[in-house]
């Protein structure tokens, strides 16, 4: 049985466990500081498909494809695959997974997805209603970029305070167990809008958002953000974060301390155009699944808060006139 | 505790109720067969809203809210909604649902979102991960339709075997509780492509998922589709209907004495231009919603596989040549 503590939190009574996880990146990410971490590096980012919709798909398939062998288990030993992307209607989980015969329940965060899809599936696992499960997402800058910004060969000068999408997937596989690192606590994300209008600065967007579901975990649990050796944030980068460490500093914890963010992680600040840092769904779900979740097996890190962030717009809402909103699901790990 | 039944089958063993639920659609919804059961049936389909992705939003707001007015609740008494629909990154659920300040966990599920947004919201509650919770979707036919299709200036002729999409919502009210209707079993889908290419003909390309789901519940529960009082499947319209019944006839059942579809049912065939019947995802949201919960719940129905499919699809990878893989959630649901 799961548990309610406080207003919005959800405490996983039964052990489940992220058993094994596999991220997958494109080049520049593989040129980051993180690049010897990743399961899979390619070295173009085209995976030799022929759109750049299809190679984001592929990214999902591979990143499935390997987390299954790591883990030894076929399509068929996994009861439901939890997924989600950025593309219109999530097209690259629906063909990145058609041909695994997992049954799918979509799933729409954001750059938040990954954390979602976690939460969601230790949800299904903790009651018995899965016995296995995945949660996986992707993202990559070509797709985006023309989707959400401008046709890759328009070649537009991006803003100081515009993140890079990174070109990348992950997926963790969730099952009940009683030794490794586990999903203790999780709490749903609100929408929370700053009335941000700048597609260019989603950090300033999503910060509002991992503010407020951070002090509600922290209220919850009766905790402060010393309790944790780190709070991970997805894809807020260099602008978002500063935001988040003033916007929590108005009226209590300072957590620059123990603070990172998987988009600052990704790239050095002196790749070409990374600006204010990595984003997108890949973010996160690569950075965490390669380079978080092995340091939590090594005990590096033992009791970690993982928020990830979304911003909840489409080009047609900016179009109409309509602002940015933000949301941050949480989830309390420990090792 | 939740307890998986045979290979795909999820029982929920503490009782999760349909406490209550609100339909909302608009003016040709409102002329049709099931117009007076609807809970609010707008004259004017803008709903006074500068775009129709508003008025599309607008749909989800009315929906919670006469949801929360039939069960006097306040947004602060649900823990979790579930939320989808089929716009680009989801925006009718943000932007309807941004002002309630209820955690959201966005689905994707095309046109079977509200078979969906129930299943997970009931494990939600199953499980004790939330107390309340609410599931709810939209769609409307001119948001979906100048974005899947054509402008609606353009006044493009629809083919016969074309659907038209509902202009509706529908929000549904799940907690834990002995008596009332209850979902008691979850199949969740799995993708289908029997590689359908014209986006003018939904019902072929969601049929098979259809099929798939209702065999996998139907060999793990050992039940025939005689032990039912409904099967009802969400929007496969008169060709996607007809397509099931051949689909399943090939190797057993033959569902037509207890078959319906939403999508049959919303429209008369006489009303202009609904061809081959009615879909999205406010089709059997709404229908779901304000039709058949309350029979459920006068018991004129006991017992019911509720079917909602969805086309996995963008016009983005059908440009690029993708066939509409389909895919269908099933609840079993009694009173």
């Known amino acids: 049985m799961a548990e309610r503590i406080g207003q919005s939190t959800v405490r996983l009574c039964q052990p489940v466990i992220i058993r094994a996880a596999a991220g997958v990146v494109g080049h520049k990410e593989r040129k980051g500081p993180l690049g010897d971490y990743f399961d899979i590096a390619f070295r ?14 592929t990214l999902q398939t591979v990143a499935v494809n390997t987390l299954l062998q790591k883990a030894v288990l076929q399509t068929r030993d996994i009861d439901v695959i939890f997924a989600g992307d950025l593309l219109n209607q999530c097209i690259s989980s629906t063909f990145g997974l058609r041909e695994l015969g ?50 890759m060969e328009y070649g537009g000068q991006r803003t100081p305070t515009a993140q890079w999408t990174v070109t990348g997937a992950g997926a963790a596989l969730l099952e009940r167990g009683q030794s490794g690192v586990k999903i203790q606590h999780i709490t749903v994300g609100r929408i929370n809008d700053y009335h941000i209008i700048d597609a260019n600065n989603m950090g300033a967007a999503m910060a509002p958002a991992a503010a407020d579901t951070l002090r509600r975990f922290l209220t919850d649990t009766h905790t402060t953000v010393f309790d944790y050796d780190l709070i991970l944030t997805g894809d807020l980068g260099r602008i978002g974060s500063q935001l988040l460490h003033e916007l929590l500093q108005k009226d209590g914890p300072d957590i620059t301390p123990n603070h990172q963010d998987c988009g600052c992680l990704i790239f050095d600040t002196e790749q070409a155009e990374v600006h204010a840092g990595g984003s997108g769904c890949g973010c996160c779900a690569s950075v965490f699944c390669s380079y978080i979740l092995p340091k939590l097996q090594r005990k590096e890190w033992q009791n970690i808060l993982f928020i990830a962030t979304g911003a909840l717009m489409s080009p047609t809402s900016s179009q109409q006139g309509e602002s940015i909103p933000g949301i941050a699901h949480l989830l309390h790990i420990v090792s």
Request: aromatic share 8%.
């Open 44 to 57: 173009n980012d085209k995976l030799g498909q022929p759109t750049w919709e299809k190679a984001e798909s």
């Open 102 to 151: 997992i049954p799918l329940l979509g799933q729409y965060g954001a750059c938040s997805t990954m954390a979602q899809t976690m939460a969601v599936g230790a949800v299904f696992v903790e009651s018995g209603a899965a016995n296995k499960a995945i949660a996986v997402t992707s993202s990559h800058f070509c797709s985006a970029e023309r989707q959400f910004r401008l046709p």
